[in-house]
Nanobody
């Protein structure tokens, strides 16, 4: 059974940076593409970024492109989301997800495992 644990969320001011981490245990990390999603209060969960198993292919939502960077360290079984120039509209619970042998899809329904989420609040 795959277990995902996110960390790194918090309360920051607009313009600040945060780095989220997500550690996978229970299976071979390099077999999974990883995705980051977020869910703001009263809204549906949405795609943020994804990275393939090897780390050489990434994709981003238009709303975060140029500000967020997804990366992975297969030796540490961890995926990261570096978030720069944060805006109040980035406020949400951020979730990581694992897609077995996936390519890094934007589709929520194709991910096999999900973490519990870490909250990010960006104040003005």
């Amino acid at each position: 059974q795959v277990h995902l644990v996110e960390s790194g969320g918090g309360l920051v001011q607009a313009g600040s940076s945060l780095r989220l981490s997500c550690a996978l245990s229970g299976r071979t990390f390099s077999n999974y593409a990883m995705g980051w999603f977020r869910q703001a209060p009263g809204k549906e969960r949405e795609f943020v970024a994804a990275i393939n198993w090897g780390g050489d292919t990434t994709s981003y939502a238009d709303s975060v492109k140029g500000r967020f960077t997804v990366s992975r360290d297969n030796a540490k079984n961890t995926v990261y989301l570096q978030m720069n120039s944060l805006k109040p509209e980035d406020t949400a619970v951020y979730y990581c997800a694992a897609d077995y042998w996936g390519g890094g899809t934007r589709r929520l329904d194709l991910y096999d495992y999900w973490g519990q989420g870490t909250p990010v609040t960006v104040s003005t």
